[in-house]
C-alpha cells in the first residue's frame, strides 16, 4: 500500500464522515489480499507451513493434549474469494486451531464479586480485537470442568457466536485468570499461529463478511463447526509478522488521525458555540451586527455537519422573536395596538355567532418573558392573538378520492403542507363547512408519540385552502389583516416557544399531548406589523441561505467521499491518474 499517497491527501479525503474507519478497513483488507507489505522470495512458503502445523496438530493428539478433530470440508480452488500472492494458501480457522470451544450455561453459580475474570459479549469488540474492560464480571471457578476446560490463555481469540455474532477479543500477555460464558467461542490457535495475524484477519471486512453468510441453527447464531470451517488467506509465517507489525503502524496514526479530528472539531463547537452565545445575547445592534458578520465570514469554516446548520436555524428564529434580527422603527404602530384590534374583530365575530368566546386569552397578564422585548413589542399569549382553536375530524379516511381532502399530521412538513400523501374522509356537509382551512390558518400536531412532532405547526397556503384536517391537529385562526402569520408559524417554531411545549410532557409516556388551553396560554412575542413583514423577510433570506450551505455542505461530503474512493483505489493499485482527474 501506498501509505505516503494517502497522507498527501489525506487533508482533504479527513472530513469525510467516516473517513478514518474506512482507512482502518482498508488497512486490513488489503493485509488479508498480501497487498500490505512486500513478499520476500525467501520466506518458506505458506504450505509448507500449513504441513508443519499438521504435524504439530498430530504430535497433540498422540499425547493426549488435544482430541482428535474432524475432517474440515476442502477448499473449493474455483471459487475463493480473491487471489493471494504465490507464496500463500487458503485453509480453514480449524487446520490452524488446536481448541475450538464455548463456555457452559452454569456460569451464573459461580458470580462474585471480585475473583477471576469471566469475560462476556459485552467485553468484545467490533471491527477489532480490544477487549473492552470498562464493565467486568468475576466469578470463584470450579477447580475442574469449566474451571479447566474454558480457562483462557495469552493468544486465545475469542469470537460471539449468538446474537451480534462477530464480535472479537484476544487474550493478551500476562492477562490473569479468566473465563467465558456460551455466548462466545474460544479459538486456541497451534503455537506457531498464535499472535495478531488471526484476528487481524477476522476484524478484516473479508472476515467480518463471513459473519454475514447464512447462519446454520438458531438465527443469529453459529455453531463451533461454522467457527472452524471459516477460510483464512495464510501467508508464510515471516510475512505474518511483518503484516501485524505494519498494521499495527498503520493504526497507530490511524489513532493520531482521529485525535487530531477530535481536536479540530471539538475547537469548531466551542467557536461556534460561542458564536452562537454572543449572537444569542448581544444586547445592542452594533455589537449583535459584529458577532453576525464575524458568523457568517466564518460559516465554512464553523458548519462541517448538518446538525450545526440546524443549530444556525434555530439561532435566527431566536434572534428574530427577540427584536434583534432587524432594526426597530418609531414608525411602526406598536403591538399592543394589534392586540387591541385583534380583540375588537373577535369580540364582533364571537357577537356574530360565528366563533365562540375564548377562555384564557388574559393568561400573559402574569406571565412574563425570560428576556426583554424592544419597546413597540408586547408579549401575548397565543389565546390573544388567535381568534379560535378547532380540532379535526375523527372520521376515518382513507386513498379513495371521492370525500373531502383531510390533512393528517404526515402532511405537515417543516412549517409547510405537503400533499403527496393525501387521504380522503367521508364528512357531512356541516362538518366539512366548519373545518374547512383559509388562507394564513395555522395547523399544529396535538398528539403524537414523538415530543419532536407536538406542537409542530405548518401555515397554510393557497394549494391547500379549504381543504379539512383529523383529529390530531388543530386549526389555530387570527386575524390576517392585523398579524403576518408568517412570523407567528415561525414564533412558534422558535426555541423559545419550544421549549413552552416540551418541558410540561417531556415525561410523558407513550402518546404526547398539548391541548388548546396550553396553546392559548403560549407566550408570544409580538412586534408590530411592519416589523413581523420585515422579520419574516429577513428570515426567509437567511433560512435561503442556510438551504444554499447545506446542499454545499451535501456536496463537498459527497465529492470527499468520491475522493475518498479515488485514494484509497490508487493507493491499491498505484493508479495516481485516477487522482489528479479527480
Known sequence: MNAELLLAHYDRISDASDAVARLRKFVLDLAVRGKLVEQDSNDELASELLKKIQAEKRHLVKNGIIGKQALLPSIDELNLPFAVPSGWCWTRLGALSQLVTSGSRDWAKYYSSEGAIFLRMGNLSRDSYCLRLTNIQHVNPPADGEGSRTKLREGDILISITGDVGLLGLIPADFGEAYINQHTCLVRPVESMVGRFLPQVFSSPFGQGQFDEPQRGLKNSFRLTDVMHFLVPLP???????????????????????????????????????????????????????HAQFFIGHLPRLTKRPDQIRQLRQTILNLAVKGKLVDQSPND????????????????????????????????????????????????????????????????????????????????????????????GPLSKREADDLRLRLGDILMVRSNGSLELVGRPAIIES???????????????????????????????????????????????????????????????????????????????????????????????????????????????????????G
Not at 475547537?267 to 444586547?283: F, K
Request: charged content about 25%; proline content about 4%.
Open 463 to 581: 394549494a391547500s385552502v379549504g381543504y379539512c384536517y383529523a383529529g390530531y391537529l388543530v386549526r389555530v385562526r387570527t386575524s390576517v389583516d392585523h398579524i403576518d402569520t408568517r412570523y407567528l408559524l415561525l414564533a412558534l417554531n422558535s426555541p423559545h416557544t419550544r421549549t413552552q411545549i416540551e418541558v410540561p410532557i417531556r415525561s410523558a409516556v407513550g402518546l404526547k399531548n398539548v391541548n388548546t388551553t396550553e396553546l392559548s396560554s403560549l407566550l408570544i412575542p409580538l412586534p408590530p406589523l411592519a416589523e413581523q413583514h420585515r422579520i419574516v423577510a429577513k428570515v426567509d433570506k437567511l433560512m435561503a441561505f442556510c438551504d444554499k450551505l447545506e446542499a454545499n455542505l451535501s456536496t463537498a461530503q459527497t465529492e470527499t467521499s468520491r475522493l475518498l474512493e479515488s485514494v484509497l483505489h490508487a493507493a491499491l493499485n498505484g493508479d495516481h491518474r485516477r487522482i489528479d482527474q
Open 236 to 290: 508464510p509465517l515471516s510475512e505474518q509478522g511483518r503484516i501485524a507489525t505494519k498494521v499495527d503502524e498503520l493504526m497507530a496514526l490511524c489513532d493520531r488521525l482521529e485525535a487530531t479530528q477530535r481536536e479540530q472539531e471539538t475547537r469548531r463547537e466551542q467557536l461556534t458555540a460561542s458564536a452562537h452565545y454572543h449572537l444569542n445575547s448581544g444586547e445592542y445592534a452594533d455589537e449583535l451586527r459584529i
Open 333 to 424: 404602530k406598536p403591538a399592543s395596538e394589534l392586540l387591541k384590534c385583534i380583540d375588537v374583530a373577535r369580540t364582533k365575530l364571537v357577537k356574530a355567532g360565528v366563533i365562540k368566546a375564548q377562555k384564557g386569552t388574559e393568561a400573559s397578564q402574569t406571565r412574563f418573558l425570560a428576556f426583554d422585548l424592544p419597546d413597540n413589542w408586547k408579549a401575548a399569549s397565543l389565546g390573544e392573538i388567535a381568534f379560535s382553536f378547532k380540532y379535526g375530524t375523527s372520521v376515518k379516511c382513507s386513498y379513495e378520492a371521492g370525500g373531502e381532502p383531510v390533512l393528517r399530521i404526515p402532511n405537515i412538513d417543516n412549517g409547510k403542507i405537503n400533499i403527496d400523501d393525501l387521504k380522503f
